[in-house]
């Protein structure tokens, strides 16, 4: 039975915001090929965390489910004091093919995004700066003449 987050040991938020602390920013050190975006990868994100939590006495799983709204990856960790305690977050796994690739590249992605809103991890911009930078406006950069359509098309290739 997992317990939420009111019945949480005040211990067990302090490690957690240790453990957070010691986490080094993740870097984006995948690249996707078809939009040319960087990411990290799961490996880094599993190699920035997993000590970490371990320090802290914390596990950190993965679970595939299904149910009446689909496959998703249960992403939890579970601290060794108390295993009822189980903080967990559910990503859906969603697929655009159906094969086995793509369901491996699906579970890896939910995995992936599971740690980190789990523990609300950012992963480092591509270039360390770009959220930080400043943006020039002009006046006419207040209103787009460009439809909605269009608008979330440049999002997307971002």
């Not at 789990?118 to 002009?138: F, Q």
Request: aromatic content about 6%; proline content about 5%; overall charge negative.
């Amino acid at each position: 039975m997992e317990k939420t987050f009111d019945n949480t040991p005040a211990n067990v938020i302090t490690l957690l915001k240790q453990v957070r602390k010691q986490i080094q920013p993740i870097k984006r050190d995948g690249k996707n090929p078809h939009f040319g975006n960087h990411y990290a990868t799961l490996d880094n994100v599993i190699e920035a965390v997993t000590s970490p939590l371990d320090d802290a006495g914390f596990i950190l799983t993965h679970r595939t489910f299904g149910n009446e709204h689909g496959m998703f990856v249960q992403t939890s960790i579970i601290h060794e004091e108390d295993r009822n305690l189980v903080l967990s977050t559910d990503i859906p796994i969603v697929l655009h093919k159906q094969d086995m690739q793509a369901l491996g590249g699906a579970i890896t992605y939910a995995r992936r995004y599971g740690i980190l809103s789990l523990l609300n991890l950012p992963t480092e911009d591509d270039d360390g700066n770009l959220a930080s930078a400043p943006t020039k406006r002009g006046a006419s950069d207040n209103k787009s003449d460009k439809p909605v359509a269009n608008i979330w098309k440049d999002i997307s290739n971002g």
